[in-house]
Nanobody, 122 residues
Framework: QVQLVESGGGLVQAGGSLRLSCAAS????????MGWFRQAPGKEREFVAA????????YYADSVNGRFTMSRDNAKNTVTVQMNSLRPEDTAVYYC???????????????WGQGTQVTVSS
């Protein structure tokens, strides 16, 4: 089991920035590829970004590529996503996820955090 706790959500104006963090506990954090997903009201959950266990590979949804940057610190058992140039359509609950096995595009998370709300006003 991996326990995940997100933080850093909030309200920001369009064009602004936020940094989300996810703290992990439980099994060895560095064994897991990690990811961020989001779910807007009335919409299905969608992939945002992922990072390999070493941090050497990152993956992004087209909608956030170039604006969001995901990173990890295995010594601190944390992953972060720096979100810049935020848009109203980025408004959603953001979830941290740990993947069982290596990540590939389309793979769903195995372990999930409780989510943190991000609201971008126009």
């Amino acid at each position: 089991q991996v326990q995940l706790v997100e933080s850093g959500g909030g309200l920001v104006q369009a064009g602004g920035s936020l940094r989300l963090s996810c703290a992990a506990s439980g099994r060895t954090f560095s064994n897991y590829d990690m990811g961020w997903f989001r779910q807007a009201p009335g919409k299905e959950r969608e992939f945002v970004a992922a990072i390999s266990w070493s941090g050497g590979r990152t993956y992004y949804a087209d909608s956030v590529n170039g604006r969001f940057t995901m990173s990890r610190d295995n010594a601190k058992n944390t992953v972060t996503v720096q979100m810049n140039s935020l848009r109203p359509e980025d408004t959603a609950v953001y979830y941290c996820a740990a993947f069982s096995g290596r990540y590939y595009y389309g793979k769903d998370g195995t372990y999930w955090g409780q989510g943190t709300q991000v609201t971008v006003s126009s």
